[in-house]
């Protein structure tokens, strides 16, 4: 009856207040809707970090640079995990050096024979790509590493890895780089924001049965 629907609403009610004050009472903020978005941009963040095994500090600086590159981040970050791939095999035959057609040649070992991080081979590899003087030969070579999307990176490839760090570094003298404190806190924000969310879809339904 409508007197027990209404205990039991109330005791949902009690239960969500107690349990989500936080993130409710932001939502109810300008701040909040900040925060909101925040945690949102955070969560997918994470997901990308998750998907392509890119840190979120490295994903950050390639967001920024991707604003003045004309290359969308998801495109340097799958440039990143083929460069992985390539420097897996080359490494698995002994070389010490990615090798692509047109006599392409990237290092991927200091000078002490240890292995580059992806990063670093990623900025050889980019510059000895943007170094090949006879265009054909270089977009064979960027299609060899890079597959069929590899037109999306040759803006990147043109602007070299020089302007890259130049807008890495600029993203954290601007404080856009977040700490991974940070993106995991929002992150968590979020999840409570999704939590807040599907209670509230309960309610609702609740109410309309």
Do not use: C, W
């Not at 997901?47 to 991707?66: F, R």
């Not at 602007?159 to 995991?184: F, N, P, Q, R, Y």
């Amino acid at each position: 009856d409508l007197g027990t629907m209404s205990r039991n609403l109330g005791k949902m009610g009690a239960s969500l207040t107690k349990s989500i004050t936080v993130p409710a009472i932001a939502a109810a903020t300008g701040l909040g809707a900040i925060a909101i978005k925040a945690g949102q941009a955070a969560d997918e963040l994470i997901t990308l970090s998750n998907q392509t095994g890119i840190s979120t500090k490295t994903l950050q600086e390639l967001q920024y640079a991707s604003r003045f590159v004309d290359v969308e981040v998801e495109d340097m970050a799958k440039g990143l995990n083929k460069v992985t791939k390539a420097m897996g095999t080359a490494n698995k035959n002994g070389a010490d050096y990615i090798e692509l057609s047109g006599g392409l040649k990237a290092a991927m070992k200091d000078a002490n024979g240890q292995l580059l991080d992806t990063e670093e081979t990623f900025y050889k590899t980019v510059d000895a790509l943007g170094a090949m003087t006879n265009e054909t030969e270089r977009e064979i070579a960027a299609q060899e590493l890079f597959g069929r999307s590899y037109q999306d990176i040759m803006p990147l490839i043109k602007a070299g890895s020089g302007t890259l760090k130049d807008l890495a570094k600029e993203a954290h003298d601007l404080g856009i780089v977040m700490s991974d404190t940070d993106v995991e806190a929002l992150g968590k924000f979020d999840d409570s924001m999704q939590q807040l969310q599907a209670v509230t879809g309960a309610l609702r339904n609740k109410v309309a049965i």
